[in-house]
């Protein structure tokens, strides 16, 4: 009963004839849309729909950012989940695998483990004074990394009690699939997050830059685009890359210099155990304060100024636009290669004119490491939070001496002043 | 040629692939390749295949066994370099199986990619730990420090140059080999690296932490290969036919006895329970301290149920043989799933051993399947029980903060300290 021309053609993963083509996506246009085009060629209302639902995102957008940081934070999360379902739906179409044994809980239970891990780590950092009241939450936070792998061992070995003779293959496939997927869409969104604590203009101008990189790429594309830049998305041109690069990086400075004044975006995200809120009013850090630069000698004649009053934080602005602009389209590159590896034409419908929510944040796939790496690199060092979570966690003994050494430091730096009482 | 290569091991396995028959009932199974050295082949020629292949089995497990002495004595920085050589090696054997899987050897750039990507990976983490346990050295010398204090930039910066050259490398006809061998090479990635390098945090926490976790998993393996030898009869489930719930319960008991006599025996030596610290000024590793609170004897009362087993009254153990216990326990219960995993996946891909570096053994995986989460969970149980973060690290980080920063945490210290009680109110010291 060996079957050998199957088991040949199971191992052949080289022909592609295997992935059955995907029926042409459903049409999920809302019906007022249509019927308010329904006079125009296909062609213009394909525009029409792709520009109404982007203004309808961009509009939601910022109706979110009003609404302040728990509100992105839930969004972050919304996205997350739903970025996540979408790839895992694509893993089993591909391998036919939606039928697999008890596979679609496990996927949804590490996502939970994984985010269980993740927010344990950061978000009760900056809630410890809330944490620090609440016996049964001390306990959890005290012992959470043994809690968490506990979790994700069951996971585990519920995977490996789950292994059933014929589908072997498939199954370690889908495993896979899933922590890869773990780890670029989980990962991704607690550093977002992480930034956004940081003040939400991390969050802000990260994000717009690579949205506005997507549309002036586009335009620019559209009205002087002649060089193709890669074979893998023949749509994108040079001239497009270019023009895209020199805009986002103008758009970058001057959203920076708006969104530097208030001390609603600028300000490090804090919890208030008192009126149980996160409140944004600080003493905006040197970034975000007014300096003079003198203007190169090379733009003097150009612009015709000396100097030129700007945020420090602009400067920072310029390289997130340039990577952005830059290293960004590589996460686009990404998507379209596995796009066409996977034969999808979008990752799902979710969107009317665009596909799936993962369509419209595959750039965004490196920008929020990079600005994490960034932050920690040059701006601020580790997370004052975390680091007294820590401390507060030592033997008494050690926080003795570590307060020793703490206080001869302050002093000898004059940022205490040596006194004869406390 | 590839396709004829496959169709000779599909016939070679599937004779032998069958796990039903019993090593010792059925004809024993052919290996691909025989490298055993000239010597024991000449030696065991008079022997029939059966006992020739218990024997190899035998005296390399053996030869393993003295080698891990050998360095153990050899000492921390010759064993860091054996766990990543062994590391290396895993990835290599991975790896190539996902090429013979895919046919994908000729991809272009892929072999290029993966030990670079293998590199990064070793770098960041190398970097973190380094710093931590070198500090004083890494301040010493400029370029070290600049290494340091940019260490997550440089390494992101060298990941995504791989990123980048992945994605330029993609080829119209080989898109989906080449996303396949991109997800294989990070998640074998994720599970070889990740767990060598919390191998090598155990150690510098003591090498105790090294050797009895270790010895527990192969003991576990071990015993419950001759416990369900001599007297299995209940199969465990339908992976792995050959174990049986003798050999589990078996191994259990003796890997948990185990554990707390070697545990008894290295907790009086200081080369063993003390943590492995660099030496700036003799530019080598020391072990040499007062041992802590874990590694003292101390008085347990024996409770009542064992008592009249025992026959004694209380027992002088060491705390950490407590600890041990938990280990063991890990060892035994949990560290089998790890190889039902290995199992699954050499099924899966059917294949019989992940290689043949090891003559009548397979691989260098086939021996460290069992290893995965024991490394993981060992790490964790340090972290929650044994002691907490480390201070002069946290002092370091201190040190990066801006000042306001450094006074918010100071006065939050000191008043939790003066809460505590341990601070008095009025004391200054």
Same mark, same amino acid.
């Given at each position: 009963?060996v ?9 052949d ?11 042409? *996506? ?8 249509k ?24 509009s ?17 999360l919304s ?11 694509i ?8 039928d ?5 809980s496990?996927?949804w ?13 950061t ?14 939450l ?6 959470h990394r043994?809690?968490?792998?506990a ?11 789950s ?7 498939l ?6 699939w899933t ?5 670029i869409?989980?990962?991704?969104s ?15 101008v ?32 040079w ?9 986002t ?41 007014m300096?003079?630069y003198?203007?190169?000698p090379l733009?003097? @004649? ?13 400067m920072?602005?310029f ?7 830059l ?13 066409r @590896? ?12 665009h ?11 490196l920008?929020?490491t990079f ?5 920690t690199s040059?701006?601020?060092?580790p997370? *004052?939070?975390k680091?007294?979570k ?16 703490l206080k ?9 002043q040596?006194?004869?009482r406390? | ?29 052919v ?22 292949n ?7 497990t ?7 002495f050998?360095?153990i ?5 010759v064993?860091?370099?054996i ?9 290599h054997?991975?790896?190539?199986i996902?090429?013979?899987v ?9 072999? +290029?990619l ?8 070793n ?5 973190e730990?380094?710093t931590d ?26 990941y ?8 330029l ?23 070889v690296? +990740?767990?060598?390098?919390? &191998? ?10 090294? &050797? ?9 393996? &071990?015993m ?5 030898f001599?007297?299995g ?26 554990g707390l006599?070697?545990?008894y025996?290295?907790?009086?030596y200081r080369c063993?329970?003390?943590p ?14 007062e ?6 004897l ?6 009542v ?11 002088r153990m060491y705390?950490f043989?407590i600890?041990?216990i938990?280990?063991? +326990?890990?060892?035994?219960?949990i560290?089998p ?15 019989k051993?992940?290689?043949? +570096?090891?003559p ?34 946290l002092?370091?980080?201190?040190l ?7 006074l918010?945490?100071?006065n939050t ?14 004391e200054?010291?």
């Amino acid at each position: 009963e060996v079957d050998l021309e199957e088991r040949l053609r199971e191992l052949d993963l080289r022909s592609d004839l295997d992935i059955p083509d995907v029926p042409p *996506p459903t049409d999920s246009t809302p019906e007022i849309l249509k019927r308010a085009l329904s006079g125009l060629s296909a062609r213009w209302k394909n525009w029409w729909i792709r520009g109404i639902l982007s203004l309808a995102m961009i509009s939601g957008f910022f109706l979110i950012i009003y609404m302040g940081s728990f509100m992105l934070m839930l969004l972050v999360l919304s996205i997350q989940v739903k970025c996540y379902h979408e790839i895992i739906t694509i893993g089993y179409r591909v391998y036919h695998s939606y039928d697999l044994p008890w596979f679609r809980s496990l996927s949804w239970y590490f996502l939970l483990c994984v985010n269980y891990f993740f927010y344990g780590e950061t978000v009760a950092d900056y809630f410890a004074t809330f944490v620090q009241r609440r016996e049964q939450l001390q306990f959890l936070i005290r012992y959470h990394r043994f809690i968490s792998f506990a979790l994700y061992l069951t996971g585990f070995c519920m995977f490996v009690l789950s292994l059933v003779k014929k589908h072997y293959r498939l199954q370690f496939y889908m495993f896979a699939w899933t922590h890869v997927t773990l780890l670029i869409t989980v990962t991704q969104s607690h550093l977002v997050i992480q930034n956004l604590f940081e003040g939400m203009i991390w969050f802000l101008v990260p994000i717009s830059s690579v949205i506005c990189n997507d549309i002036t790429a586009y335009i620019f594309g559209f009205f002087f685009g002649r060089t193709p830049l890669i074979k893998l998305s023949p749509k994108k041109t040079w001239e497009g890359f270019i023009g895209g690069f020199f805009s986002t990086v103008v758009f970058g400075f001057i959203f920076s210099y708006f969104l530097a004044q208030h001390q609603y975006f600028v300000c490090p995200v804090e919890y208030n155990s008192e009126t149980n809120r996160f409140v944004t009013e600080c003493e905006p850090s040197e970034l975000f304060q007014m300096k003079k630069y003198s203007v190169p000698p090379l733009l003097r @004649a150009v612009l015709g100024w000396e100097t030129v009053n700007m945020y420090p934080f602009q400067m920072h602005s310029f390289a997130l636009s340039t990577f952005a602009s830059l290293i960004g389209p590589f996460g686009g590159f990404f998507a379209s290669g596995f796009k066409r @590896a996977f034969k999808i034409k979008d990752f799902a419908d979710t969107i009317p004119g665009h596909g799936g929510i993962m369509d419209r944040f595959d750039c965004q796939y490196l920008m929020a490491t990079f600005v994490h790496v960034y932050i920690t690199s040059f701006i601020r060092g580790p997370n *004052p939070s975390k680091l007294l979570k820590q401390l507060l966690i030592l033997q008494p003994e050690q926080q003795l001496s570590v307060y020793k050494t703490l206080k001869s430091h302050l002093v000898e730096k004059g940022i205490l002043q040596p006194s004869l009482r406390g | 040629l590839q396709e004829s290569e496959s169709e000779n091991k599909l016939d070679g396995e599937t004779a032998s692939d069958s796990e039903s028959k019993s090593e010792f009932g059925g004809s024993s199974p052919v290996p691909t390749s025989d490298d055993t050295p000239e010597v024991l082949n000449r030696a065991l020629s008079n022997l029939s295949s059966r006992w020739k292949n218990w024997w190899v089995r035998g005296i390399l497990t053996l030869a393993m066994i003295t080698f891990f002495f050998i360095i153990i004595y050899l000492g921390p920085m010759v064993l860091m370099t054996i766990v990543m050589c062994v590391q290396i090696k895993c990835f290599h054997e991975i790896i190539t199986i996902g090429y013979n899987v895919y046919h994908s050897y000729d991809l272009p750039w892929f072999r +290029t990619l993966s030990w670079y990507f293998l590199l990064c990976v070793n770098y960041f983490f190398y970097g973190e730990t380094v710093t931590d346990y070198f500090f004083t050295l890494v301040q010493r010398e400029e370029p070290l420090r600049i290494l340091s204090k940019y260490h997550r930039f440089i390494s992101f910066a060298l990941y995504l140059t791989g990123f980048c050259m992945f994605v330029l490398s993609l080829v119209k006809k080989h898109y989906r080999l080449q996303f396949y061998m991109f997800g294989w090479t990070h998640v074998t990635l994720l599970i070889v690296v +990740t767990q060598s390098h919390l &191998i090598i945090h155990n150690l510098f926490e003591g090498m105790i932490w090294f &050797i009895v976790p270790i010895s527990c998993v192969i003991c576990n393996d &071990i015993m419950a290969y001759m416990f369900g030898f001599f007297f299995g009869r209940t199969a465990w489930g339908k992976l792995s036919p050959k174990k049986t719930w003798e050999g589990f319960i078996g191994g259990f008991f003796s890997t948990v006895l185990f554990g707390l006599l070697l545990s008894y025996v290295m907790s009086g030596y200081r080369c063993f329970t003390c943590p492995v610290e660099f030496n700036n000024d003799t530019n080598s590793f020391t072990v040499d301290c007062e041992p802590s609170e874990l590694f003292q004897l101390q008085e347990y009362n024996i409770p009542v149920v064992l008592q009249s087993v025992v026959g004694w009254k209380t027992v002088r153990m060491y705390p950490f043989q407590i600890h041990s216990i938990a280990l063991s +326990t890990f060892a035994s219960l949990i560290g089998p799933f790890g190889g039902f995993f290995a199992s699954g996946f050499k099924r899966a891909f059917k294949i019989k051993d992940f290689a043949n +570096t090891i003559p009548g053994h397979g691989g260098i995986m086939d021996r460290f399947d069992c290893q995965y989460l024991m490394a993981t969970f060992v790490n964790v149980y340090i972290a929650s029980f044994i002691r907490g973060p480390n201070p002069s690290k946290l002092i370091q980080q201190f040190l990066t903060l801006r000042p306001d920063q450094q006074l918010h945490i100071f006065n939050t210290l000191k008043a939790h300290l003066v809460d505590r009680g341990v601070l008095g109110s009025l004391e200054d010291a």
